[in-house]
């Protein structure tokens, strides 16, 4: 069964510090990962999405790359600014269930201090 | 495009009562799908569908049911409403070519508590 880990649940930085989020998985039989955030009280918006044949995708000062071998993924924010404050969520869909369905970590939530 | 679209934002039911949660997307997805959210958690996934007349479970569907009449229309039912049912409902589309899944596009939710 596919779990889905991110770690740290929260994460304070100051304004323009470089910062990683992790996001690990137990099965690697992966279509694609995709990175979302989310506002307080607002839907998901898609930061990235990798498919299982690409180690990396990149927009703006976003960055993230995928380890199928190991189970990770990693989301990389440069210059982190206070409007980057928000809840980050990764999601992995699998071959093992049908290939339909996605599973989420909780999220890490991020508040950047200006 | 409005892209996916939710209805109704928020709603108090009582315990018991019955009530449809209606999404619609206008891209022409094929896939669709209905999540819950707790508080302080990820989200899980109630049901899905891959095309018009084709639903499925996912890790959570007890106590709800979903239709798919038409490529745009997802509802999810409630029957007999309980308290462990008070959640933020998203639905979510994506399109899928064969050759994988590509990204998904959420709806704003709907905050329900059931009382």
């Known amino acids: 069964k596919q779990e889905v880990t991110q770690i740290p649940a929260a994460l304070s930085v100051p304004e323009g510090e470089n910062l990683v989020l992790n996001c690990s998985f137990t099965?690697?039989?992966?279509?694609?990962l995709q990175w979302f955030r989310q506002d307080p009280g607002k839907g998901l918006t898609s930061l990235l999405l990798i498919q299982s044949s690409q180690r990396e995708q990149t927009s703006g000062r976003l960055n993230a790359s995928l380890d199928k071998s190991s189970g990770r993924s990693t989301l990389y924010i440069a210059a982190s600014q206070p409007g980057d404050s928000a809840t980050y969520l990764c999601?992995?869909?699998?071959?093992?269930?049908?290939?339909?369905?996605?599973?989420f970590g909780a999220g890490t939530r991020l508040f950047v201090k200006a | 495009n409005a892209g996916v679209t939710q209805t109704p934002k928020f709603r108090i039911l009582k315990i018991g009562q019955s009530m449809t949660l209606q999404c619609t997307q206008d891209?022409?997805?094929?896939?669709m799908y209905w999540y819950r959210q707790d508080p302080g958690m990820g989200l899980k996934l109630i049901y899905y569908?891959?095309?018009?007349?084709?639903?499925d479970k996912g890790e959570v569907p007890n106590g709800y049911n979903v239709s798919r009449s038409t490529t745009e229309d997802f509802p999810l039912r409630l029957e007999l409403a309980a308290p462990s049912q008070t959640s933020v409902y998203f639905c979510a589309s994506s399109y899928s070519s064969g050759q994988g899944a590509n990204e998904q596009y959420f709806g704003p939710g709907t905050r329900l508590t059931v009382t």
């Open positions: 099965d690697s039989a992966i279509y694609n």
């Open positions: 999601a992995v869909r699998g071959f093992n269930t049908g290939g339909f369905k996605t599973i």
């Open positions: 891209m022409n997805h094929n896939y």
């Open positions: 569908s891959v095309g018009a007349g084709i639903t």
